[in-house]
């Protein structure tokens, strides 16, 4: 079975600054996407950024950025230009691509804290 | 509609009480998924619907968990004699299928035991 990690329960970064969230998976399969979910106070889960695993290139969605290490299983979010509204928890998530009806795997969260 | 509806928004309930929670998912989204948040946890998978087939329920912790859906409308899940254990933030989500487009979560029913 799929396993997601995430190894910092919480982070706190200052405003304007750049902060990075880890996340490392467990996988057989070659096929797969990732993702980052963001969960506000509202706690409505919201789509951050996704990174299908066939994709040397990591992805990019304005200030948030990844970087995919498939041989290592890693798959970081890098927010740059922290802003107040970032604050969060966030969540890694891992589907296949080869059992596409499989459901999302998610890791334990991150809560990030931005600091004014 | 226009976004993946959940209610009843929080529930305080006493032990042993059974409990329904609602989620209507976003018009046109044949895929609809149930997950349990605990406090400080991830995401749990509970239970999936796909249209009319039959439900993924691999995820379920126990019978006294069951859900419900008919065609592609509404789902109910149904919590029966309720433990402490099951306090947790009930997630619903939709997608186009299971197998494609992006997946749309709603904002969660709050379920406390007492």
């Known amino acids: 079975a799929q396993t997601v990690t995430q190894s910092q329960p919480e982070m706190s970064v200052q405003e304007a600054e750049t902060v990075t969230l880890s996340c490392t998976y467990d996988?057989?399969?070659?096929?797969?996407?990732l993702f980052w979910y963001k969960q506000p106070p509202s706690r409505q889960m919201i789509l951050v950024i996704r990174q299908e695993a066939y994709k040397q290139q990591n992805a990019t969605e304005n200030r948030f950025s990844v970087n995919f290490q498939k041989a290592a299983k890693s798959f970081s979010l890098k927010i740059s230009d922290s802003q107040l509204g970032d604050a969060a928890m966030y969540f890694c998530?891992?589907?296949?691509?080869?059992?596409?009806?499989?459901?999302?795997?998610f890791g334990k969260g991150t809560r990030l804290s931005v600091i004014a | 509609g226009a976004g993946v509806s959940q209610s009843p928004s929080n529930k305080v309930t006493e032990k042993g009480k059974d409990v329904e929670l609602r989620c209507d998912p976003i018009?046109?989204?044949?895929?609809l998924y149930w997950y349990r948040q605990r406090l400080g946890q991830g995401l749990e998978f509970l239970i999936y619907f796909q249209g009319n087939s039959a439900p993924d329920k691999s995820g379920l912790p126990s019978d006294r968990f069951s859900a419900e859906r008919t065609g592609e409308s509404v789902s109910t899940l149904t919590i029966q004699r309720t433990q402490q254990e099951d306090s947790a933030v009930y997630l619903c989500?939709?997608?186009?299928?299971?197998?494609?487009?992006?997946?749309?979560f709603g904002e969660g029913s709050r379920l406390t035991v007492l």
């Open positions: 998530a891992y589907r296949s691509a080869i059992r596409g009806n499989t459901p999302l795997v």
């Open positions: 996988t057989s399969e070659s096929d797969y996407y």
């Open positions: 018009s046109g989204h044949t895929a």
């Open positions: 989500a939709s997608r186009l299928t299971v197998y494609t487009g992006e997946l749309f």
